[in-house]
């Protein structure tokens, strides 16, 4: 079945510095979309990407949906101790008329004062 | 604008006994999907609901099984737990035709 690979898994960063994850699959996706999870909550939407090529930013947050359709980055500038969570990406396929998202396995991020 | 929310908060079973879990989308979503987040396996998912009609399912055994009411609100319901049903099952709503989901806050299933 169709599979997202995110990188890395965790990062440890300097409150900051600049942030880069990604999400690559062998599938071509139609839908990107980036989610950021709190601890005890549930995943909350942070940027959507609808066409391949697309750039979007969300504060200081930029998600591109790349070229080929296959794989997506998100970059976070000037971290704060408040972007730590867990993010994830999410690709949305559609296949035989059904469709459904798949989510990567997560990139854990810790911000360090 | 409320958002998804979910019941009970934390649900804690022995091995073969029957969940329910309930989720509210948000008002007008018309789109329930549920998701198995276990430990370090990020988001699975289980299984899509429109209109009253499941639309799609991930790939879990039939003991994982729900449905949609009329009013959009849904229910998952796993029988004959196990041990590895441990996890936080998360539902997300969407309107019609559009991609973007969000979530509730889920549920804590223990099996113990």
């Known amino acids: 079945g169709q599979q997202l690979n995110q990188s890395p898994q965790s990062m440890f960063i300097q409150e900051g510095e600049d942030v880069s994850m990604n999400c690559t699959s062998s599938?071509?996706?139609?839908?990107w979309l980036w989610y950021k999870q709190d601890p005890g909550e549930g995943p909350v939407l942070l940027i959507a990407l609808y066409k391949a090529g697309e750039l979007t930013s969300n504060g200081r947050l930029t998600a591109q949906f790349g070229i080929t359709r296959k794989d997506s980055f998100l970059n976070i500038s000037a971290s704060i101790p408040s972007d730590v969570g867990i993010y994830f990406c999410a690709g949305r396929i559609t296949q035989g008329g059904s469709e459904k998202l798949v989510f990567g396995k997560g990139t854990k991020l810790t911000v360090n004062p | 604008e409320a958002g998804v929310t979910q019941s009970p908060t934390h649900l804690i079973k022995t091995r073969g006994q029957q969940a329910t879990l309930r989720c509210s989308p948000i008002s007008g979503h018309t789109s329930v999907y549920w998701y198995q987040q276990a430990l370090g396996l990020g988001l699975q998912f289980l299984l899509w609901y429109d209109e009253g009609e499941e639309r799609n399912r991930g790939n879990f055994p039939p003991r994982f099984s729900g449905r949609q009411f009329p009013n959009y609100s849904s229910e998952l319901n796993v029988n004959a737990l196990e041990l590895e049903d441990s996890a936080l099952y998360l539902c997300?709503?969407?309107?019609?035709?559009?991609?973007?989901?969000?979530f509730g806050p889920g549920t804590r299933l223990t099996v113990l």
């Open positions: 997300a709503s969407s309107l019609a035709g559009t991609d973007t989901q969000y």
């Open positions: 599938s071509i996706f139609n839908t």
